[in-house]
């Protein structure tokens, strides 16, 4: 069985990190082939309207096997010039994988999210964590880098100062604190977290679905270019929405008082 447990319920796919025995540590080999077959079906099923994330047994992901870097093996092995070609093929394939997700992303975090574990939630467009949930990203303790990303990721999530701390400390943090530090939307009890996740994606799914990827695709660009840059490509996109048969219908829902039915069109 793969990494990734894909089920569709709906309009929402839910994507459960399938390696319990090992606290869903990742990347293996396969791992970069993995989260970018199970992203581009995603893309491509134009029926999904949203996603969520989470991890089978009592982790989101405890990250890299730190066994194998003891070892050198698997992603670890050989020299310097084939450790940097598998982080660029495996580790790298997988955080733009997820970053290329055209629809929104929920991290539903049911435990420990570590090292790449964090990364791969701070991918996501929300995060619902557990009260059980810890995040954390060690990698000065092992000695080596953040190199999934973390150190452009975080700063945007939590601001510099945070980011460092995080970053230069290694140390773990609880839900309340994430939450306090906006790394998380919300904390619940263990017991409703995926209740609550799925919650969030129906009031997702039930939007526009060419609209909703549109307004995911500006958010991303409103992250890393130019106001000017985002007002044009606002201004095409709102062109293409305008012509929609969802667009009459949630106009028409609106001036009649009522639910509006989006059928993708």
């Known amino acids: 069985m793969g990494l990734i447990q894909i089920e569709r319920r709906g309009p929402i796919a839910l994507l459960t990190l399938n390696r319990p025995d090992k606290l869903n540590a ?44 003891q070892a050198k093996t698997d992603l670890f092995e050989g020299d ?22 055209d629809v929104p992303l929920i ?28 995040f954390g990203v060690p990698f000065l303790k092992l000695g080596i880098l953040p190199g999934d990303g973390d150190a452009w990721m975080l700063p945007r999530l939590v601001g510099y100062p945070r980011a460092a701390e995080l970053l230069f400390t290694g140390d773990l943090i609880d839900a309340d604190t994430a939450e306090r530090w906006g790394l998380v939307n919300r904390v ?48 095409a ?3 293409l929405a305008h012509l929609t048969a969802d667009h009459h219908e949630g106009v028409s829902a609106h001036v009649e008082r009522r639910k509006p039915e989006f059928r993708g069109e």
Request: charged letters at 25%.
């Open 26 to 69: 990742i990347p293996e080999l396969d791992d970069g082939e993995a989260f970018a077959a199970a992203c581009e079906q995603l893309n491509v099923d134009r029926e999904v309207r949203c996603a969520v994330i989470t991890g089978a047994g009592r982790a989101f992901s405890a990250g890299g096997d730190v066994k194998a870097m």
């Open 80 to 101: 310097g010039m084939a450790l940097r070609d598998r982080y660029r093929r495996i580790v790298h394939r997988i955080v733009r994988s997820v970053y290329a997700l």
């Open 107 to 134: 991290a539903a975090v049911n435990g420990p999210a570590v090292g790449l574990g964090c990364g791969l939630a701070g991918l996501a467009d929300i995060r619902i964590a557990s009260d059980q949930a810890r």
């Open 188 to 235: 619940v009890p263990h017991e409703r977290l995926m209740e609550e996740a799925m919650a969030m994606a129906e009031k997702i799914a039930a939007q526009a679905p060419h609209a909703l990827r549109l307004t995911k695709a500006l958010l991303r660009q409103g992250r890393e270019g130019s106001f000017e840059a985002l007002l044009e490509t606002t201004a």
């Open 237 to 239: 996109a709102q062109a």
